[in-house]
């Protein structure tokens, strides 16, 4: 079955940055788009970056230009670049692909606080 796995998340200071990683399995991971969402307390999941088969990305407008989706097929893993680092980031950050239906890893918590 489909498996993802998020790591890299932590603590950091507002302008800091961070790198997450999602590990895929299961699935044909070069062939499918990828994404990441988050989720911050008391809101609604929300779609942070999406990056194709062929690598094309899109970007929410509160991330555009400080964060990077982008994808190693040989390794199955999806990366998410985030420089900048803002308090309004802090949020669960989940990997998310949809073979049939939505699929999600158990997700990987960044908190930005000085």
């Known amino acids: 079955q489909v498996r993802l796995v998020e790591s890299g998340g932590g603590l950091v200071q507002p302008g800091g940055s961070l790198r997450l990683s999602c590990a895929a399995s299961g699935l044909i991971f070069s062939i499918n788009s990828m994404a990441w969402y988050r989720q911050a307390p008391g809101k609604e999941r929300e779609l942070v970056a999406r990056?194709?088969?062929?690598?094309?990305?899109n970007y929410a407008d509160s991330v555009k230009g400080r964060f990077t989706i982008s994808r190693d097929n040989a390794k199955n893993t999806v990366y998410l670049q985030m420089n900048s680092l803002k308090p309004e980031d802090t949020a669960d950050y989940y990997c998310?692909?949809?073979?049939?239906?939505?699929?999600w890893g158990q997700g990987t918590q960044v908190t930005v606080s000085s």
């Open positions: 990056i194709t088969s062929g690598g094309s990305t």
């Open positions: 998310n692909v949809v073979l049939g239906r939505n699929h």
